[in-house]
């Protein structure tokens, strides 16, 4: 990220590493596995050139944040909290605007959903809302299958590193920067610790009855995205009392961030504009 300041921010139980950039308005942006905030590095100069504060952290467990141990520390309850937190001590309890990919989408959603006070409008990449990912047909069922595999302690973390992180190089051929995640993972007990969100937080997912969401969301799905169906994102207008639109990117894979950065800033943009009043 260009011009971007670095800082460590308590949060809730955790240190977390947050990139800012620009001035303005705030956009948070969430990434997931196996990222960091550099999923953002392209499409942050995009924000900050259309007058908007960027707010980029690392996500517990992930980059140079803290990554607790427990399973139960990567719940999505203490993501939120963590989110709250950043919230409040960068945007003044102000209502932010949201884009969040793959787990940064489905925190993006349960922050919308527990306290849509503090969301003005969100952009959701790759992964809709989570009841929808639940109900979702045949197809999300069985790109979906990896992340049965992942909650067994150990032996996914042994399939994944295999001869040199192999397995995980294998998992996210798609990713244009596989080799840095690699690194990343390589770590002691962070590959663990990306894990863990699987571990702690699928039953949840699946199971939890999901109230409808409130918030504006633009929910964007791409047509050659290895881990989620189109369905879980199309239909998640189903579970919304708030403006819905849905996009298809033709052509892209499932790192949008990272292939698609104009476009992701472009319609974030339109969406934000859309709903500017709003809060």
């Known amino acids: 990220m260009s011009r971007s300041t670095h800082a460590r921010i308590s949060a809730s139980g955790v240190v977390l590493h947050v990139r800012q950039a620009g001035q303005g308005p705030v956009v948070l942006l969430l990434h997931g596995f196996p990222d960091s905030s550099a999923l953002w590095h392209d499409v942050t100069p995009l924000l900050v050139a259309a007058g908007f504060r960027v707010i980029a952290p690392d996500l517990r467990g992930f980059g140079q944040s803290e990554a607790p141990a427990a399973v139960g520390d990567y719940a999505l309850g203490h993501v939120v909290a963590d989110l709250r937190k950043l919230i409040g001590r960068l945007a003044g309890d102000e209502p932010v605007r949201v884009i969040g990919h793959d787990w940064g989408a489905v925190a993006g959603w349960c922050l919308a959903l527990e306290h849509p006070q503090l969301v003005r409008s969100q952009v959701a990449l790759s992964v809709g809302h989570p009841r929808q990912y639940a109900v979702a047909g045949l197809e999300q069922k069985l ?12 032996a ?9 992180y192999a397995g995980l190089r294998g998992w996210g051929r798609q990713h244009p920067r596989i080799e840095d995640c690699v690194q990343d993972m390589s770590r002691p007990g962070r590959l663990t610790a990306g894990l863990n969100w699987y571990r702690a937080n699928l039953r949840r997912v699946l199971f939890r009855p999901w109230e409808n969401c409130a918030v504006p969301t633009l929910g964007v799905w791409s047509s050659g995205d290895h881990f989620l169906a189109e369905d879980q994102m199309r239909d998640s207008g189903r579970r919304m009392q708030a403006p819905w639109r849905y996009e298809r990117i033709e052509g892209a894979g499932h790192w949008l961030p990272l292939e698609q950065p104009h476009r992701v800033a472009e319609l974030a943009l339109q969406w934000f504009a859309q709903h500017e009043g709003r809060g």
Not at 143 to 154: D, I
Not at 156 to 164: K, Y
């Open 156 to 164: 996914a973390e042994r399939w994944l590193a295999q001869r040199g």
């Open 143 to 154: 790109k979906g299958l990896y992340t049965l595999a992942w909650q067994v302690p150990g």
